[in-house]
């Protein structure tokens, strides 16, 4: 039914920027609550910002001020533009979708998962 598929990953170096896009098809973005979560090697998957239907957001303290979450409803995608960035943001990104329930930061609460896009940050 409901996939996300993303896309936009890669290497950069310390400040550079990046965007993440996430493509939904099966339900429009417009009707959820989306996410994006990231996972470092042998660590807990971690909260990185949401965006609820009436463009209401939140986003994590360690990428406040630096990341954007965004979605465009006619081309039913999300994206998560990241600037600033740090070695510390290295890990895999997750786009997630949440049919019912407002923002969240813990990822049992979302019910759509994209299958990831790793990001590293390095010399």
């Known amino acids: 039914q409901v996939q996300l598929v993303e896309y936009g990953g890669g290497l950069v170096q310390p400040g550079d920027s990046l965007r993440l896009s996430c493509a939904v098809s099966?339900?429009?973005?417009?009707?959820?609550?989306v996410g994006w979560f990231r996972q470092a090697p042998g660590k807990e998957r971690e909260f990185v910002a949401a965006?609820?239907?009436?463009?209401?957001?939140s986003y994590a303290d360690s990428v406040k001020g630096r990341f954007t979450i965004t979605r465009d409803n006619a081309k039913n995608t999300v994206h998560l533009q990241m600037n600033s960035l740090k070695p510390d943001d290295t890990a895999k990104y997750y786009c997630?979708?949440?049919?019912?329930?407002?923002?969240?930061?813990?990822?049992?609460?979302?019910?759509?998962w994209g299958q990831g896009a790793q990001v590293t940050v390095a010399s």
């Open positions: 099966g339900r429009p973005v417009s009707a959820y609550t």
């Open positions: 997630a979708g949440r049919s019912r329930g407002d923002l969240s930061n813990d990822p049992k609460e979302y019910d759509y």
């Open positions: 965006l609820n239907w009436r463009y209401s957001t």
